[in-house]
């Protein structure tokens, strides 16, 4: 007795009863599922192809994305982590490009998210704290004694604090900006040092009549004691065209990296300057209530007078999607997030968290581009499949049946083709091209080599097959019958071997996953920025990458040696469940 397995069911079988009431296709399927390495390698695969296939249409991918504030961060979710004990005691939060800082009511300090080894060197004789502010790489800090402390990143002048900062001035506002550091003095004045060759920032005239300073990538905007704004640069910019209906009325002021906001004092927002994504597009049904405003690196967020939270701009990472609430008291912005401090004390965050697999060293998500990379690898690796088994069953099929000359001629012309050496024809052929193809013909015209170079083995091995099944009786009833020969070939003999083909295919489509792989690693494939999981590997080649940003190398490598391990091994289990040898009784 045996036992017989399928689709749940158990039943005990005699060797008769199985050999009468079993189809040859049941009996592979159970041989299949009975293999628990191919069944593996099964739900393995098809968890990656799922994923690459059907993920993107939620995440989808922006290949012109990059932002320098992104990159190379570690995979993790700690972004907007605020500590449980800030939460039931804060004063003041501070959002910076990957992380947060804050202070509570007794001054102490607090900070959460990605931090390099220099953010977390705090200073130990700050005391008692009353300011904070976070940057790029940087947090700018006050004392009770009006004592300015930085730390964080210390190149190009960031920790060059003014000597008039040492407890002499009354200190109103700091800001952490981009490479740059502000401070705005009770009395108007404002003291600002770090990267002057990056940010233009001149308040001329101004000086000793700023109210509030907002700072971004390239300059400052001001808003002076007399309710107008300026734009604190030494030459004209997009900034500079402030709205002069507004001058003499803000009460407030904000500013992307491309836009500035002024709030006036009936509750609008004018916003003016290079507007990419919709950070112009401030709410109609808003215009009026507004309270407060506050800029992320490419969005807006505001209170209302009725305690709820507004925010528009780009929303690449969920930034304008604000929680819920009516009693909002402060809000604030780290580059991609939002900070809500309610009326009662409670703090809400929005936005980006972090990343699934870290960024690359151009601030790319890498899990979006390695579900994009692994739809193309697998499409050029299908499309190639097709086309060689295409190829390989006809001249294998004709060769086969015909023998004589047509299989002399053909095997012969199989051998020439086997013989060229794919990875340096396909290099020597990229480099006659050069940039002459588009980055879709370029795809196109790998799948179409991989596919015209691979056929031999696949030919050859229907050839000996067919040489085999076109003696049998099966055939010459056929040509009794007066069936055409293509039919013969094709309709009768080729159904007999086709699990032998189904076998190869699986196998080659592995094989041409890595070519393809391959090619794109050398960068000779599908360039950047479109993703495959070969230029992602291509660009973590150096040695620092390796050694300090280990999530650019594993995921990619991960997922090319999982897919194509687990192609070859389905390839091994269809092998071993249809040849009769492997089945023991």
Not at 34 to 43: F, H, L, P, T, Y
Not at 61 to 72: E, R
Not at 79 to 103: C, D, H, R, Y
Not at 182 to 205: A, C, H, K, M
């Amino acid at each position: 007795m045996l036992s017989r397995i399928f689709l749940g069911s158990k039943r005990e079988l005699s060797i008769l009863e199985e050999e009468q009431m079993q189809s040859p296709f049941r009996t592979v399927v159970r041989n299949f599922r009975q293999n628990k390495i191919a069944m593996i390698g099964s739900i393995t695969f098809l968890v990656i192809f799922l994923s690459c296939f059907i993920l993107p249409i939620f995440y989808p991918l922006d290949t012109t994305y990059q932002d320098v504030s992104q990159q190379n961060i570690a995979p993790g979710f700690t972004m907007t982590s605020v500590p449980n004990e800030l939460k039931n005691n804060v004063a003041q939060i501070s959002g910076g490009a990957t992380f947060g800082v804050g202070i509570d009511k007794d001054g102490k300090y607090y900070s959460w998210g990605q931090m390099d080894k220099k953010l977390l060197k705090v200073p130990t004789n700050m005391g008692k704290l009353t300011m904070i502010s976070a940057g790029l790489n940087h947090v700018l800090a006050v004392n009770d004694r009006n004592e300015v402390f930085t730390w964080g990143y210390d190149r190009l002048g960031l920790d060059m604090i003014p000597i008039e900062l040492n407890g002499m001035v009354q200190i109103k506002q700091i800001v952490a900006g981009y490479q740059m550091s502000f401070v705005v003095s009770e009395d108007g004045e404002l003291y600002w040092w770090g990267n002057q060759n990056i940010l233009d920032v001149n308040p001329g005239d101004h000086q000793g009549n700023i109210e509030k300073i907002a700072a971004n990538s390239t300059t400052a905007i001001a808003l002076l004691k007399d309710g107008s704004v300026a734009a604190l640069s030494s030459k004209e910019t997009i900034f500079s065209k402030i709205p002069q209906e507004i001058q003499g009325n803000v009460v407030d002021v904000a500013s992307t990296d491309n836009t500035a906001a002024a709030l006036t004092k009936d509750g609008k927002v004018y916003v003016w300057g290079s507007d990419d994504y919709g950070q112009k597009l401030v709410p109609e049904s808003a215009q009026g209530k507004i309270k407060s405003i506050s800029a992320g690196r490419y969005h807006y967020t505001a209170i209302l007078e009725d305690g709820s939270v507004i925010a528009w701009g780009r929303d690449n990472f969920g930034q304008t999607k604000v929680p819920s609430v009516t009693n909002a008291a402060q809000v604030t912005n780290g580059y991609y997030q939002n900070y809500i401090i309610t009326e009662d004390g409670k703090v809400l965050t929005s936005g980006l968290s972090g990343y699934l697999m870290g960024t690359d060293g151009f601030g790319r998500d890498i899990f979006t581009r390695l579900i994009a990379g692994g739809r193309m690898t697998m499409t050029i690796g299908a499309i190639s499949v097709i086309i060689s088994v295409i190829i390989g069953v006809i001249i294998g099929g004709f060769s086969g049946y015909y023998g004589g000359k047509v299989d002399n001629i053909l095997m012969r012309l199989a051998e020439i083709v086997a013989s060229i050496p794919f990875l340096p024809f396909a290099m020597i052929l990229s480099v006659i091209v050069g940039n002459s193809l588009t980055e879709i013909q370029r795809i196109a015209v790998i799948m179409v080599i991989l596919g015209v170079l691979s056929w031999p083995p696949l030919a050859r091995l229907v050839r000996a097959q067919i040489l085999a099944e076109r003696e049998k009786e099966f055939v010459t009833a056929a040509k009794a019958m007066g069936i055409k020969e293509w039919s013969i070939i094709f309709k009768h003999i080729l159904p007999n071997v086709i699990t032998v083909v189904i076998v190869d295919t699986t196998l080659a489509f592995a094989s041409c996953m890595l070519i393809e792989s391959s090619l794109s690693f050398l960068g000779f494939g599908v360039v950047e920025p479109t993703p495959t999981w070969g230029n992602m590997l291509n660009g973590s080649q150096a040695s620092t990458v390796i050694q300090n940003y280990w999530w650019r190398w594993v995921f990619p490598s991960l997922a090319l040696s999982l897919s194509t391990i687990s192609i070859n091994l389905i390839g091994d289990g269809l092998r071993d469940a249809i040849d009769p040898r492997s089945n023991d009784r």
